[in-house]
Structures are given as structure tokens and as C-alpha cells.
């Protein structure tokens, strides 16, 4: 007879080096005390986890082989396509860090048991790294225009908004690791993989695509645990009143910056990269984040002295008009994209007025505007327009033009003798409690000061094989198509709106 | 076998819980005795909610029930656990079907003990104000009720607590029925006097959110609004909070004074109270209700709220159905309901789930 | 005199969203059956399940169902994501125990999680 499960899993952790023999490389030291209790309430087993692994993986290879089989791909909305080339790096980007967050979290949380439930996390964010590329391979051999889906996160980091994704995600794994795992096990993991994973497969789904279904549910299964780790660790750390203040501030913090990151992509993709629209973002936002995450948190962490997050009502403000603003500065700054952008039609200007009242008024003609200027014969740019280009924001990296385009919030500070932009009084607040990690972040215009657009477009790699054409279009027809002449004709120099 | 297994008693699923039962005790006390619960109304046979069926033993039904359970429902084994008792030494009865989940069962965080009054008020011709002192341990959620049994009867009622988790009283706001059994008993109570409560109990409660909140209390449903909002103001951000209170008269409306010194002190608490008095006769507090509701949100604004309605069931079912056909989302509708009993039949609405995606 | 009777609730404490497949197929028929009062919503490629307080997955009833031993490994495959705390209840034999869902943290001593 065997010994029961549990025995076995309680026998593994004595075959660990603790701290004792050979204390952990704290790359980051801690602020909080940490206790040595905190549960993995789902002491797994490496047999019965590679046992699970195995047969999900094998579940969404067989999805995908349907799909290559059944020519699904044919299907899928154009628009989509589009979305996923900026939706598969920005997960990707995500799964790194969080590989990163579990690595940095085994060296440092001095508990056998905890250790273990990190183990397995990292395992499944290298799963899903895994799962990405096979999508990403996937939709490059299967779908019509696949310009844009070769660059991976190498275009991720030289975008303008791709910088969106590596600052909301990069305090997952380079912070205190106590933060590290609020930021990545509670707020992103618990509250924000939902939108992400499981409220946007049915509408890849509406658009025609079963696979993003298939595999992102089954990356989000595996987050299961994952926000189990957290809640273990938080409910430990929160068993020390001292700990509460810290834990707080931890947790205001990680939610604005996965707000100011995670809702406006995923906003942007499943609103302006989709036909079909089985939901408003706002909404989808209400249910998964303030409802179950916030009101189970509540519930849950409320007798410890925790709150919700601090700028739920910003947030919530946020919601009715960010992801909007930031999708028509993208559809701007078209040129510097690894991406299309459809204009949108008559359809989507009722969908998005009786989904977001107002959104005509101050959108609508600027998407006109945009699809009025698609074809290069007319030889100018929505961003030509702009009396002067937004600053990125030093926090979060979203152009100045948050939360209303019509209306931003955004200050320049002095800080070490140098000028930063920030959106909000969220992202100020970020950058003073650890102003040393956003001020070394370069910004993208600075980096670009004076040079041609042109040029610019060429030094980001941007350009399709015949070595002239952009991958960024105003439109997804197959003619009218934008060169790097064009672009050169228009004579647009690249400004720093904050050079000296 | 444990040893409780041996003693008579009852064995209740799905919970599989072994209850032990005295003689001639019945059902449903003898479950609450055992610091379970599951849920109950009238507590007399007259509403039907805390059906059970029988799976095994012989449990008699009280034959004055014929009403609220008919033939058929009592050939397929169903009884009313108040008003049943035990014959075999040993019965199953399933639960199953009064919607009741393991925690509510377990009755988690709840108290059954005796306290004190401390206060009997009549603000109001058709109002009591019952003070108590809290029990050991007391720790309602805002929003939540108990059950109360006065001396010298085994009945007992269900009361939404008006009062917050730290206050120094546990106040109850009861309206008065003229003639009815447990009015006189409350009629007869006096500070110093002992009673037994237990609870807390539900999941009326106030949602942690960035929403706009309306309240609609129609006449005692003002008494789980109160700490709910009391919470709410407290919580500290500036998300509209409104009032809507209505009642015969000014006397009827219970912590009038204090809701007017709240609306001052935030500006984002608007209250509105309202009294059918003097008003054309035939319109009734509801109908005001829905018509102060109607000034203040537009169907915009409303798709942005929630709302938490409390009063008699004429009154929640007219007020849920205006604010769903004005905007608001289903979702986000809680309502409590209070039904009036004087001991005789009466029939049960199901429990109403709105809630969709 | 004035009675409560079964309030609305305002607030689901737990959820659990399921991968579309033939375990939540027969996850979603044992809700169903044992307790009515989770509210279950089916959105094509995953199904959400949620409630004021509780929800429970009996892995003995589903094993039944499905013909073969489910574990809370065999669950969790289609479990793809939850709130409010989870508590896998192991069987002492294969296809046995329970996976349960609670709005509240159990407080009990020693445990930290």
C-alpha cells in the first residue's frame, strides 16, 4: 500500500535546503516580515502535476489541429488577426515576468511548502510561454496577412504602447518580493488574467477564432493554483499586523498599474480589434475585477484590516474612456505599428455610443478623420494634425491622452534634474515611492528626437519582405498600401515634447 | 458508529449532519438547537418555506398544515420541519430543495443565546424599536438579520439588525400588527427582560464596489438599510449614495432625524424622505418611491448603480420591477422582503433569482 | 407582525468557471441537482457557476458519472478560474473527496492558507 498523498508531499519538504544550510541570494531584501507558515492548499505532487499538465496540453494541441484541419483560421475576423499580433507578445511578456516573479519568490520566501506551489507556477509559466509560441505559430501558417506575428516580443519592446506590457508587468519580478507576489499572485493573477483569459475567448470566439479559446482557457487553468500561492502567501504576510500597512500600499499600487496596463490593452483588443462584441469592456471589467475579485477580497481580507484598493473610483472613471482614447492614438501613430488598424464604420459608432454614451461626441470624428486619410495618394497623417506628439507616460508607458482624450490628466515633473511625464496622480504616486526603477526607463520619443518618421519606421524593422512596405496600415485592404516613401514624402519630424 | 449516532435524532442531508431530537420537539428546533440552520418564514406551518422531504423514517406533519402542503406534496414525503415531529428513533430528511448551501447549514459565525432588553421604543404608532444587548461574539454583517424568541413562547421571528456591529445595542425596527401574538408578547417586554436570539444570518450585504448606491426602504425595511449605509458613508470614497424612505408619516420613518444630519454632513448622501399622509388617496408609498427614483436617475445613470430594496413584498416586487425596466442592471439588484403573518396561510414566492450574467 | 422571507442575495462570494467539455458537462448537471440555488450562466466556450456562500463538487458522484476515477486533477483540468477560497478535499481512494468552494476564510489553527 502506498502512503497517502498528502504524507508523501509533507515527506518532500524535508528534502530541501532551507536558509539554514544555504541561505537564499535575496536579490531583492524584503520590507515585510515574512512568517514561515502559508499553505499550499493543493499540495501537489510533481507526478500528479505533470499528470495534468500532459492531458491539458494534449486538449488544446488537438484544438489546434482541428482548427489547421477544418481551415478555421479562414474565418476569423480580420480586424482579430490584427489584435492578436499585439495581444500574443503582450501575454508572452507577461508569462516572462511572472517566470521571473516565481523564480524571485522560490529564492526568497524561506517556506518549504510555498516553495513548492511557486515551483510548479514557474513550470506553468514556461507552459504557457510554450503555449503563445504555438499559437503564434499556429495563426503565422494559417492566417491570410501574417505580416507583424514574426517579430514577437522583439516588437513588443521598440513599440511605443508595446512598452505598455513590460511596465505592468515588470514589477512582477524585479521588486521586493513580498510586493512581487501582490503584484503578480493577487493583482494580476487573481483579479486581471480573468479579462485577459477567460472573459475575451468568447469574443475570439464570436470573431471566428476557437483557438485563442482553447489555449487561453487553458493558461488561465493552470493560474488556478496560482492565485491559490497567492492567497497562501498574502494570508500569511497578513497574519502580521504590522504587515497590513505595507500590504495595503502594496496592493494600491499593483492595481493601478495593472489597470493602467492590462484594461486598456485587453479594452483596446476586444473593442477595436473585433466585429462582433459580445460584451462591453466596462462591463466585463464590473464582473471579473470589482465583483469577484474585489468583493471575494473584501470578504476574505476585510477582517485583516485590508481595504479594496484605493483608487477604485479613478479606475472605475478610467473604464469609460481610456482604452478609447488610447485606441485612436494608436490608430495615430499608425506608421510606428507591427500591426493594422481598420477604421471603424457606421456599426461600430452605434455599438460604442450605446455601450459608452458620449463616445460619439468626442470619437466619432476622429475616427472619421482617420479613415479619411487611409490611402497614401492623400498624403497625410491624423498625427500631422496633432499640434505637438503626447508624452509616454514614465510609469505606465500609455500616451498623455489618458483617461480622456479630450480631457488628460497628465503633469511633468522634475526629478534628478530630469523631466518625466506622468498620466496621473496614480502613476505620480507610483513613481515616488520608488522613483530610481521608473527614472532609468527610456522614454521612446527621446530616443527618436529628431529624426525623420521614416527613419524611425526602419530602425524599428517595421517593413515587409519587399523591404518598402509597411506592416502598419491605415485599413486591411491588399491595395493602397503605405511605403516607406510615402512616409518620407510627408517630410514628419519626430519631436520630444519633452526636450530641453 | 459514534455515540451520537446512537441517539435518536435525525439525519439531515445533503449534508449528511446527525441531529440529535428530544421527544416532542420539532424539527426545525431541534435543527437550530444544534447550532445548524436552514431557512425558515412564519415558523407555524403557514408559509411553507422550510419544506423538507423524507427520505427514511417516519416523521408526522402537524395535519393542520393541509393548506401549505397539499396531499400530493405530502404522499411524495414532504413535510414542514416546524411543524413536525419525530416518531421512529431515527429519520433522513433531505433539505435539499429550500436552495440551502453547507455554510448556511453550518451556520457559520452565527450565536443562539439569551440577552437582554434594554429598550422597548414605539417611535411610531406602527413601529416597535427593540434594544438589545449584544451578545457574546456578535459580529453581523450590515445588512444581515437574527431570529428572536420571546419568554413563555418557543416562536420564533426574523429581524434585520438597524444597528452596526459596534454599536452598544442591537436594535431591531419591528412593525406593528395590531392583534398579532407576538405583538402582544412585545407589548408585554421590559428593559431588564431576557430573550433568546440567534444569528446572524444572510447575504443581504453591501457590495464592495465603485457603484452608485440606492436605497429603497419601505416602512421597518428601513432597519438592515441603515447600517448598510452607515457602512457605506464610512467607507470614505465620494460614489453617490441615495436614500429613498417611505412611510406613513413622519413618526414612521425610523432614524428620519439622523439620515437628515448624514445628507448634511456628506454631500454625496442624498436622502428623500416620503409619507403617503395627505397624498391623493390610492397612491401608495411605492408608487412615491418609484416616482423619486424616476427624478434622480436617468437610465443612464441607473445601468451605473446598484440598488438594495427592503420593505413589505408588494412594495420590493413594484420597486424591482421599475428600476429593471428603467436601466437597471439585474445584476446588481438585491432585494430583502418581509411578508405579513398573523398565523394564517399564507402562500410563499419562491426564491426570486435575477441574477444572470 | 412582519416575517422575512428569503432575501435576494446581493453579493456571490464564490464562483468557479469551467472549460466547456464533458466534465463540466456532468459538473454543471451535479449543481443542478444538489444545489439549485448556484447561479449558472453558459457562455459558449466556458460556463461560470457562482453563489452567495458555498459550492461543492462531490468527485465520488462524478466519477459515476464520467465511468472513470476523477481526482481533483481530472477537475482542476477544466477549472479555469475561481474566486473566494478553494479547498481540494482528497478521497482516501482513487475518484473520491471533493473540490469546495467557500466565501469565507476558514479560521482554523495552523492552517495558513
Known amino acids: ?500 | 458508529m459514534t455515540e451520537l449516532g446512537r441517539l435518536r435524532g435525525i439525519t439531515v442531508h445533503p449534508f449528511g449532519a446527525r441531529i440529535p431530537v428530544e421527544p416532542g420537539e420539532r424539527l426545525l428546533d431541534a435543527i437550530l438547537r444544534a447550532g445548524r440552520y436552514v431557512p425558515f418564514g412564519c415558523n407555524h406551518g403557514g408559509c411553507g418555506t422550510c419544506v423538507a422531504t423524507v427520505v427514511s423514517g417516519d416523521v408526522e406533519q402537524d395535519p393542520a398544515t393541509l393548506t401549505t402542503l397539499d396531499a400530493r406534496s405530502r404522499e411524495e414525503g414532504r413535510v414542514l420541519l416546524c411543524s413536525s415531529q419525530l416518531r421512529s428513533s431515527d429519520a433522513e430528511v433531505d433539505v435539499g430543495d429550500t436552495g440551502i448551501v453547507e455554510s448556511e447549514f453550518a451556520g457559520a459565525g452565527s450565536v443562539d443565546t439569551t440577552t437582554t432588553v434594554t429598550d422597548v421604543l414605539r417611535p411610531a404608532a406602527g413601529l416597535f424599536l427593540l434594544r438589545l444587548r449584544p451578545p457574546e461574539s456578535w459580529a453581523p454583517r450590515p445588512g444581515q438579520f437574527v431570529q428572536l424568541a420571546l419568554p413563555g413562547g418557543d416562536a420564533w421571528r426574523s429581524y434585520s439588525v438597524a444597528s452596526r456591529a459596534e454599536s452598544s445595542t442591537v436594535d431591531l425596527v419591528i412593525r406593528r400588527v395590531e392583534g398579532g401574538v407576538f405583538n402582544t408578547a412585545l407589548d408585554g417586554l421590559r428593559p431588564g427582560d431576557d430573550v433568546r436570539v440567534r444569528g446572524p444570518f444572510g447575504a443581504f450585504t453591501v457590495r464592495t464596489s465603485h457603484r452608485a448606491k440606492l436605497f429603497v426602504g419601505g416602512g421597518a425595511g428601513i432597519g438592515p438599510l441603515r447600517p448598510m449605509i452607515l457602512q457605506t458613508l464610512e467607507r470614505g470614497d465620494d460614489a453617490p449614495v441615495h436614500l429613498v424612505h417611505t412611510g406613513r408619516d413622519e413618526s414612521d420613518l425610523a432614524f428620519r432625524e439622523e439620515f437628515i444630519a448624514l445628507a448634511e454632513k456628506f454631500d454625496h448622501f442624498t436622502y428623500d424622505p416620503l409619507v403617503t399622509v395627505g397624498v391623493t388617496p390610492g397612491v401608495r408609498g411605492a408608487d412615491l418611491a418609484a416616482d423619486a427614483v424616476d427624478q434622480h436617475h436617468s437610465a443612464r445613470t441607473l445601468r451605473r448603480s446598484e440598488a438594495y430594496l427592503c420593505g413589505p413584498d408588494a412594495f420590493v416586487d413594484r420597486l424591482a420591477d421599475h428600476l429593471i425596466t428603467n436601466g437597471l442592471r439585474d445584476r446588481y439588484l438585491a432585494a430583502d422582503r418581509f411578508t405579513a403573518s398573523s398565523g394564517s396561510t399564507l402562500g410563499v414566492a419562491p426564491p426570486q433569482d435575477r441574477k444572470s450574467s | 407582525m412582519t416575517v422575512r422571507t428569503v432575501p435576494e442575495p446581493a453579493q456571490r462570494g464564490v464562483g468557479i468557471s469551467l472549460i466547456a467539455g464533458e466534465e463540466t458537462t456532468a459538473i454543471v448537471a451535479q449543481l443542478r441537482r444538489t444545489q439549485p440555488t448556484v447561479n449558472i450562466v453558459d457562455r459558449g466556450v466556458y460556463t461560470k457557476a457562482d453563489a452567495p456562500d458555498e459550492i461543492v463538487l462531490d468527485l465520488g458522484e462524478l466519477s459515476q458519472e464520467l465511468g472513470r476515477p476523477i481526482d481533483v486533477e481530472d477537475v482542476l483540468i477544466v477549472v479555469t478560474s475561481y474566486f473566494g477560497e478553494i479547498i481540494p478535499q482528497r478521497g482516501a481512494t482513487p475518484g473520491t473527496g471533493s473540490l469546495v468552494l467557500r466565501a469565507d476564510a476558514i479560521v482554523s489553527g495552523g492552517t495558513g492558507a
Open chain 1, 1 to 500: 500500500m502506498s502512503a497517502p498523498t498528502t504524507r508523501i508531499h509533507d515527506l518532500t519538504k524535508d528534502y530541501v535546503w532551507n536558509s539554514t544550510t544555504a541561505p537564499p541570494a535575496a536579490v531583492f531584501p524584503t520590507r515585510y516580515r515574512v512568517p514561515e507558515r502559508g499553505r499550499d492548499p493543493f499540495k501537489l505532487l510533481m507526478r500528479d502535476y505533470a499528470r495534468m499538465e500532459v492531458e491539458k496540453d494534449n486538449r488544446v494541441h488537438q484544438a489546434l489541429d482541428r482548427a489547421v484541419q477544418l481551415r478555421s483560421s479562414e474565418q476569423i475576423e480580420p480586424r482579430w488577426v490584427e489584435g492578436l499580433k499585439l495581444l500574443l507578445p503582450a501575454t508572452a511578456e507577461a508569462e516572462y515576468q511572472a517566470m521571473k516573479g516565481a523564480g524571485l519568490l522560490i529564492s526568497s520566501i524561506d517556506n518549504p511548502e510555498l516553495q513548492q506551489g511557486y515551483s510548479a507556477q514557474a513550470l506553468d509559466e514556461a507552459r504557457h510561454l510554450q503555449l503563445v509560441g504555438a499559437l503564434r505559430q499556429h495563426y503565422s501558417r494559417t492566417v491570410a496577412d501574417s505580416q507583424g506575428l514574426q517579430f514577437g516580443s522583439r516588437a513588443l519592446s521598440r513599440h511605443p504602447v508595446g512598452s505598455v506590457a513590460r511596465a505592468a508587468f515588470a514589477p512582477n519580478s524585479v521588486n521586493d518580493p513580498i510586493d512581487a507576489a501582490i503584484a503578480l499572485n493577487v493583482v494580476l493573477e487573481t483579479a486581471y488574467t480573468n479579462p485577459l483569459t477567460v472573459a475575451i475567448p468568447p469574443v475570439a470566439s464570436a470573431n471566428g477564432d476557437d483557438a485563442y479559446a482553447a489555449a487561453y482557457l487553458s493558461i488561465q487553468s493552470d493560474e488556478v493554483r496560482h492565485m491559490a500561492n497567492g492567497h497562501g502567501t498574502l494570508r500569511a504576510v497578513a497574519e502580521i499586523p504590522e504587515n497590513i500597512p505595507l500590504v495595503q500600499g502594496s496592493l494600491d499600487r499593483a492595481f493601478w498599474h495593472q489597470h493602467q496596463g492590462s484594461d486598456t490593452l485587453v479594452g483596446v483588443a476586444s473593442e477595436y480589434f473585433v466585429r462582433n462584441r459580445p460584451w462591453a469592456y466596462r462591463d466585463a471589467w464590473e464582473e471579473w475585477v470589482v465583483d469577484d475579485f474585489i468583493g471575494s477580497f473584501s470578504r476574505r481580507f476585510g477582517p485583516f484590516g485590508l481595504t479594496e484598493p484605493a483608487r477604485l473610483g479613478d479606475v472605475a472613471r478610467g473604464l469609460e474612456s481610456q482604452h478609447h482614447a488610447v485606441a485612436i492614438g494608436l490608430a495615430a501613430l499608425w506608421p510606428l505599428n507591427f500591426f493594422r488598424i481598420d477604421p471603424l464604420d457606421e456599426q461600430d459608432f452605434a455599438w460604442f455610443e450605446d455601450n459608452y454614451p458620449g463616445w460619439s461626441q468626442v470619437y466619432q470624428p476622429l475616427w472619421e478623420a482617420y479613415a479619411a486619410l487611409s490611402d497614401p495618394a492623400g498624403a497625410h497623417l491624423l498625427l500631422q494634425e496633432l499640434p505637438a506628439v503626447p508624452p509616454f507616460c514614465q510609469v505606465c508607458q500609455l500616451p498623455c491622452i489618458v483617461p480622456r482624450f479630450e480631457a488628460p490628466e497628465f503633469r511633468i515633473i522634475e526629478w534628478s534634474g530630469k523631466k518625466f511625464a506622468l498620466c496621473s496622480d496614480g502613476c505620480e504616486a507610483n513613481f515616488a515611492w520608488n522613483p530610481i526603477s521608473y527614472a532609468s526607463y527610456g522614454t521612446f520619443w527621446g530616443r527618436y528626437h529628431g529624426w525623420d518618421l521614416a527613419d524611425v519606421i526602419l530602425d524599428l524593422g517595421f517593413i515587409r519582405p519587399d523591404g518598402k512596405t509597411l506592416v502598419a496600415q491605415p485599413h486591411l485592404h491588399e491595395d493602397r498600401l503605405w511605403t516607406i516613401d510615402h512616409i518620407r514624402g510627408l517630410g514628419v519630424t519626430i519631436q520630444d515634447p519633452l526636450a530641453p
